[in-house]
C-alpha cells in the first residue's frame, strides 16, 4: 500500500518568505508527526497530531512555525518569514494505534534551502 | 539517544549476517529496544522493537541479552541496499518523541 507522502520534495525559497511543506499520512494511522533533521544532525521533534485531541506543539522552534491537520488526514507544516537557519529536511511520519507511537512510519522528507 | 552507545562504524561483505550491537544498561522495566535505520537521503525506516523476548521479522532479528542492558540487531544476508546509519533506541510505548543518537553506519560491499 502508500506509504507517507510529503510535497513538495526540495524547496528552495528567500529569506523572509512563506512556505507550506505537506504530508498526506498512510491511510488509517490516527497519529502524525513533524520532525527535522539538520545536515548531519539528528531528529528533531516539531509537532504531534493524534485523532481529535489538542496537538502536541511543545518542539515548534518558535510562533513563526504552525501546523494544522485537517479532517485527521492530511498535514500542513507552515513557516512563516523563513530564515536561513530553518533550512532543514522535514520530515512526516505517521502510526497506526495499534502500533504504537514509536513504529513510525516516515515520508521522504522536503529538503528545504532558505537562501 | 543518550541512553544508547552503538559503535560509530562497522563493515559487512554482502550476503553475510550483520551484527549491529547496542548498549542500553539503564533501560527500565518499561521501555522497549527498536532500531531504524536511515538510508542517504530518505526518511528513517522503522525495522524491528522488542521488549525483553528475541524477535524476528521480515528485515531482521533482535536478541535482547536476558538482563537486557545490551541487545543485537542481526540482518542475516546483508545487500548493497543495507548500507545505512542504524539507530537503536529505547522507549516506552507512550513516547512519541523519537530522538536518534549518532547511530552505527553499516556500508555493505561487495
Known amino acids: 500500500g502508500a506509504g507517507v507522502s510529503q510535497s513538495p520534495s526540495n524547496k528552495v525559497t528567500e529569506k523572509g518568505k512563506d512556505v507550506e511543506l505537506r504530508c498526506d499520512p498512510i491511510s488509517g494511522h490516527t497519529a502524525l508527526y513533524w520532525y527535522r533533521q539538520s545536515l548531519g544532525q539528528g531528529l528533531e521533534f516539531l509537532i504531534y497530531f493524534q485523532g481529535n485531541s489538542a496537538p502536541d506543539k511543545s518542539g515548534l522552534p518558535s510562533d513563526r512555525f504552525s501546523a494544522e491537520r485537517t479532517g485527521g488526514s492530511v498535514s500542513t507544516l507552515t513557516i512563516q518569514r523563513t530564515q536561513q537557519e530553518d533550512s532543514a529536511v522535514y520530515l512526516c511520519?505517521?502510526?497506526?494505534?495499534?502500533?504504537?507511537?514509536?513504529?513510525?512510519?516516515f515520508g521522504p522528507g522536503t529538503r528545504l534551502t532558505v537562501l | 539517544d543518550a541512553k544508547t552507545t552503538q559503535p560509530p562504524s562497522m563493515d559487512c561483505a554482502e550476503g553475510r549476517a550483520a551484527n549491529l550491537p547496542c548498549n542500553h544498561s539503564?533501560?527500565?522495566?518499561?521501555?522497549?529496544v527498536y532500531w531504524y535505520r536511515q538510508i542517504h537521503s530518505q526518511g528513517p525506516q522503522y525495522i524491528i522493537h522488542g521488549l525483553k523476548n528475541n524477535e524476528t521479522n521480515e528485515m531482521a532479528s533482535l536478541i535482547i541479552t536476558e538482563d537486557r542492558k545490551s541487545s543485537t540487531l542481526i540482518l542475516p544476508h546483508a545487500t548493497l541496499r543495507d548500507t545505512a546509519v542504524y539507530y537503536c533506541?529505547?522507549?516506552?510505548?507512550?513516547?512519541?518523541?523519537?530522538?536518534f543518537g549518532a547511530g552505527t553506519t553499516v556500508t555493505v560491499r561487495a
Open positions: 533506541i529505547v522507549s516506552s510505548l507512550n513516547d512519541y518523541k523519537l530522538s
Open positions: 511520519a505517521s502510526s497506526a494505534p495499534a502500533g504504537g507511537h514509536n513504529e513510525q512510519f
Open positions: 539503564t533501560i527500565s522495566g518499561n521501555e522497549y
